[in-house]
């Protein structure tokens, strides 16, 4: 698998957050703008199977990632897979403004991961 193999060359959790956070802006791209970012961020979550479930009371909001699609790989190597989400919702969220991450907690800090996300 193409992640296992990421893993096994070195990939750092510093460039598989890069390499998430350049799919989170080509994917912010394609949404549009006159929904909250929080709310794309979720259907973005949703799309890709995390069935995200979120507390937002408009000044922050927390999304739970209730169910990772990749979860045997990011057991595996979550150095990779968890950073590599965390790069993707950066990266949406800084493309579409209003909002900026405040925490991701991944499988090290909790089952089930989340972000913590500050709105502006």
């Known amino acids: 698998m193409l992640v296992s193999a990421a893993a096994s060359a070195g990939i750092s959790p510093d460039d598989a957050a890069a390499a998430g956070a350049e799919q989170g802006r080509a994917l912010a791209a394609t949404r549009r703008p006159d929904r909250s970012c929080v709310r794309v961020l979720n259907s973005v979550l949703a799309e890709l199977g995390f069935d995200p479930a979120t ?4 000044t922050a909001a ?5 169910h990772c699609p990749f979860r045997d790989v990011a057991e595996a190597h979550p150095e990779v897979v968890c950073h590599l989400h965390r790069g993707l919702v950066e990266g949406l969220l800084e493309q579409l403004g209003g909002a900026s991450v405040e925490r991701f907690r991944t499988l090290a800090d909790r089952d089930p991961c989340q972000v913590e996300v500050s709105v502006r």
């Open 62 to 66: 927390t999304i739970a990632f209730t």
């Open 55 to 58: 507390v937002d009371d408009g």
